[in-house]
């Protein structure tokens, strides 16, 4: 398994895009992955799969799109990703290694990554022996609050840090846990709505640290 000292650099994904605007704002930055909250009608930032092809039409061949999605089922998921909308699947509910083992059986190939909410070191443990492509740390749905990151200093596995980061903790992140890519949604954001400054700060932020400028 990948050490997490490996990393060279800082993947980079903008969550939460429910506006065409949004589209805008970061084919203009130019993050890695931009995310769309597909199934989780209780959030505000939620966009119906007919949305999210068209935002998919709209967003810069270099971005890929990632559909986050909260105990689906599996047929949902597939009939969305058979339109080419996605690129990423993104797990953030109660899935377990059984959910992501049949997922692929419909949809081999797929690139599929599982978020956990990390609260104490035994979260670490699922972390670990989950079968995602790639794990995804969090202090829960949305809340925009980090998790104490001391309980993560000895993760092995390459991981996306999520939860309440904004561009003034990036380099923070970077140095201290060096993760695989950083997940931004209300970080980048101004009462509740995307902000095409905070969104061009964090993308701009996280590209200097890896680059080693700041």
């Avoid at 998919?56 to 339109?83: F, P, Q, W």
């Avoid at 690139?111 to 035994?122: E, G, L, P, T």
Wanted: glycine letters at 8%.
């Amino acid at each position: 398994m990948e050490s997490k000292k490996g990393h060279d650099r800082i993947h980079i994904k903008i969550c939460g895009l429910f506006r065409s605007e949004d589209i805008i704002y970061v084919n203009e930055a130019r993050p890695d992955y931009a995310g769309f909250i597909v199934n989780y009608k209780k959030s505000h930032r939620y966009v119906p799969p007919d949305t999210v092809i068209a935002f998919k039409k709209m967003l810069h061949s270099d971005i890929r799109s990632v559909g986050v999605y909260v105990d689906e089922d599996i047929a949902n998921i597939c009939k969305l990703y058979e339109t080419g909308a996605l690129d990423v699947i993104q797990l953030h509910g109660h899935e377990d290694n059984a959910y992501i083992h049949e997922l692929r059986r419909h949809i081999p190939g797929a690139v599929i990554w599982k978020a956990f909410k990390i609260r104490q070191k035994s979260d670490i443990i699922q972390c670990m022996d989950s079968d995602a492509d790639m794990v995804l740390l969090d202090n829960g749905y949305g809340t925009g609050r980090a998790f104490n990151w001391d309980l993560i200093n000895n993760m092995n596995r390459p991981y996306i840090l999520a939860g309440g980061l904004t561009a003034d903790m990036i380099c923070d992140a970077a140095k201290r846990l060096n993760p695989w890519g950083i997940d931004i949604s209300s970080g980048a954001e101004t009462d509740g709505v995307k902000d095409r400054d905070k969104i061009i700060s964090v993308v701009t932020t996280a590209n200097a640290c890896r680059k080693g400028v700041i």
